[in-house]
């Protein structure tokens, strides 16, 4: 079995629609892909609609968090979207995101950036809007070659010249309201200093005490010598360990399955969740 448990659609800030991502998993030779589209749910309906025979989808969302200043982010999976506690937390995530690019948009405008809130809405389209979004407008108009360019301290990285702070959950409640609502909660690429600072790992050693179920290990962010590491807490906290792509389309150069998580990982993740569950595509069911 071949299993991506990290993938975003237009729905957020990828740019395939969540109907072509699952097409393009069953073609890329996944049984299991989960969508987990930045603090939205929207994308699963579309997903599910479309899901080719033999590929399973795990519903779940990337919740936006924030500790001690450092920013993170929490992969939530099976859990149930209508659960009143956790989606109002999304939505208040969610709806501090407009106002917080039309801030950077306003940073950029002052530096003699000619961005414009009408080409970032463009971009964003449905999707829930963000920094990569802002990042590919700065693409567009030639200020930076490549997305990954546009997450420097000059542009939008964490403190930034145009960096705007946007409210997001502290991840001890992320835990509580994603066990709360049945689901599992799985802390996203802990070891991506590139994009900044990172959580401590006793920091981490309170999110297992607190019910964190999971960190992702294998991912492109981390090099061999984060991974041996970061595999290492897992083991000494009894932490699940998770691989994934990070698929964002085209805004990304990572492929669909690039990293996997093992069977049995996926097998206790589906057996520790209760608030929603696997959907096979027609013919397939894992």
């Known amino acids: 079995m071949r299993i991506d448990l990290h993938t975003h659609s237009t729905a957020s800030d990828g740019t395939d629609a969540p109907a072509e991502l ?14 987990t589209d930045h603090d939205t749910t929207r994308g699963h309906a579309e997903a599910i609609a479309a899901l080719p025979p033999g590929l399973t989808l795990v519903t779940g969302a990337e919740l936006s968090c924030r500790l ?6 929490m992969l939530a999976y099976l859990f149930d979207a209508e659960e009143p506690a956790l989606l109002a937390e999304r939505e208040l995530v969610r709806d501090d995101r407009v106002p917080r690019a039309q801030g ?3 940073k950029l405008q002052e530096l003699g950036v000619p961005v414009t809130w009408e080409q970032v809405a463009r ?15 700065l693409v567009e108009l030639g200020v930076v070659p490549t997305v990954n360019d546009a997450f420097t301290q000059d ?7 145009v960096f705007v702070e946007k409210h997001e959950t502290d991840p001890f409640e992320a835990i509580r309201l994603i ?10 690429h802990p070891g991506a200093s590139k994009r900044g600072r990172t959580v401590p790992e006793a920091a981490i050693a309170e999110m297992a005490t607190a019910g964190l179920d999971g960190i992702e290990v294998d991912h492109m962010d981390h090099d061999a010598e984060t991974r041996a590491r970061l595999r290492g807490l897992a083991r000494e906290l009894g932490l699940l360990v998770t691989g994934s792509s990070d698929y964002h389309g085209s805004r990304k150069s990572c492929v669909l399955g690039e990293y996997t998580t ?3 990982v996926y097998g206790e993740i589906t057996r520790r969740a209760f608030g929603a569950f696997p959907v096979p595509g027609a013919g397939g069911a894992v």
């Open 22 to 35: 699952v097409r393009k998993a069953a073609a890329a030779g996944l049984d299991v892909v989960a969508l």
């Open 68 to 73: 001690d200043g450092i920013s993170m982010h």
């Open 104 to 106: 950077m948009i306003a």
């Open 123 to 137: 971009i964003a389209g449905e999707g829930s809007v963000g920094r990569p979004h802002v990042a590919s407008a």
């Open 155 to 161: 542009w939008l990285a964490d403190g930034g010249r």
């Open 179 to 188: 066990k709360g609502a049945g689901g599992v909660a799985v802390f996203a």
């Open 262 to 264: 093992d069977p049995e």
